[in-house]
């Protein structure tokens, strides 16, 4: 079986739970680890008032005993601290005397799911898909992704992440060692590397905020230490560069995916593109330089893993939009209570949990076993194989 999971839960409802299956026994689980990575997705400069109320921990409740995974579903839950204001707006039993038309949406957010999904489900309450279309999800995709994290640590595979671009403003691309990249980026607010840079971009989306706009950009996540020969050419659904690119665009928000240098492959020639194969002593084989980001034939080279994805701005704007009111069909313009300005450096956390996930994923299926021992064992094994090619 190979490693899954399933969320469910919706933003104002009471928890959102995760059931992650195919995880080996004897992982140790470093809790104050996991709940640091869904305190970094919680950070970064331009999020709503929201972010103050939630407090995100995960609470485990199945499948690992002592801290070490057991083999069985592991499965987590994270509570959302504002359902208590929204009870109830969110009840699932009737409420009697509850005047249901008030509550109801009926007023579709362009760039959000509200009137596909209302027309889609049949639902005349578009707050039944805004509820599960939000972002609030990634909480706990963050929190599967961060056991994948933990996972890949043990075989010292390393996931960086970083802002390149919020709107207008571009970051100085720094070549810096992964430890490296990992402290600065961590220590920034909007997570570029240089403080220039930082103090640019929280004054141009302090800006964006006042005009009552949103701003996107885009990020990049860089793994480190992933052996060669994870993902196969032999069949589509297992070249391991697109299954990133489908866990990457599956982000609230995410509208394109780059291996590498990406596009700019199309407007360069083949010479200036492809990276030359050489032989060290100590390194084995590896390549030149890495333009094509880790992989060739849907299979990882041994170099870092390079993914960029583009956010497009938050689709709730303080200066309304137009749409259409499904009950009269008439024009209004959106009102908004609350929202994201950029969360660009946020869904660049969300980035590096979905990039680890489908990398540990196909890890276990090259190296797959019930047990870490198992496991590293297999990749044991591997390892001596490729030593003696
Ligand atoms: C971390 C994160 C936070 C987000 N916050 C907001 C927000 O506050 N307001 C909003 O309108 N959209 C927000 N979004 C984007 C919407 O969830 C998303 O655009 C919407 O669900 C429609 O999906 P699509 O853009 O993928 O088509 C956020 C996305 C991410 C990744
Ligand atoms: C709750 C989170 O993000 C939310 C994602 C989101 C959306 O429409 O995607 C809308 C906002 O929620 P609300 O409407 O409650 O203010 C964000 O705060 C989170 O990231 O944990």
Not at 215 to 236: M, W
Not at 278 to 288: C, L
Request: net charge negative.
């Amino acid at each position: 079986m190979s490693l899954r999971y399933l969320t469910a839960g919706e933003t104002h409802g009471p928890q959102l739970t995760a059931i992650i299956e195919g995880l080996p026994s004897n992982l140790n689980i470093d809790f104050e680890e996991l709940n640091f990575q869904l305190h970094r997705r919680q950070k970064g400069y331009g999020r709503g008032r929201r972010m103050q109320i939630e407090k995100d921990q995960a609470n485990f409740v199945g499948g690992i005993r002592h801290g070490y995974t057991t083999g069985a579903p592991v499965a987590l839950v994270v509570q959302n601290n504002d359902w208590k204001h929204w009870q109830n707006i969110m009840n699932i039993e009737p409420i009697e005397g509850s005047d249901e038309e008030k509550r109801r949406v009926h007023r579709p957010r362009p760039g959000h799911a509200d009137l596909n999904g209302g027309l889609k489900y049949n639902l005349k309450d578009l707050r039944n898909v805004l509820e599960r279309s939000s972002a609030r999800e990634t909480t706990v995709r963050v929190a599967c992704g961060a056991i994948a994290r933990q996972f890949l640590a043990e075989f010292g595979i390393k996931v960086a992440g970083r802002v390149l671009r919020i709107g207008e403003i571009e970051a100085p691309y720094q070549d810096l060692p992964i430890d490296e990249l990992i402290e600065v980026t961590e220590a920034s607010s909007v997570r570029v590397t240089d403080a220039e840079t930082e103090k640019k971009m929280e004054a141009y989306i302090d800006q964006i905020k006042q005009e009552g706009d949103s701003i996107g950009g885009i990020v990049e996540c860089i793994v480190e230490g992933v052996p060669v020969g994870l993902g196969s050419h032999v069949q589509y659904d297992r070249k391991l560069d697109a299954r990133i690119a489908q866990g990457v665009m599956s982000i609230n928000a995410f509208k394109g995916v780059e291996i590498g240098i990406g596009f700019e492959a199309g407007t360069i020639r083949g010479s200036q593109v492809h990276d030359e194969i050489m032989h060290s002593e100590e390194r084995g084989y590896h390549r030149a330089t890495n333009r094509l980001g880790g992989f060739e034939g849907g299979m990882t080279n041994g170099m870092p893993v390079v993914v960029r994805g583009v956010m497009k701005p938050i689709p709730t704007l303080y200066k309304p939009l137009q749409s259409v009111d499904i009950d009269t069909k008439e024009a209004f313009t959106a009102q908004v209570e609350r929202s994201d300005a950029c969360a660009v450096p946020a869904a660049s956390v969300v980035m590096e949990h979905v990039v680890a996930w489908e990398i540990a994923k196909a890890f276990l299926e090259k190296f797959g076993g019930d047990s870490m021992e198992e496991i590293r064992a297999n990749f044991a094994n591997y390892n001596n194989q490729l030593e003696n090619y």
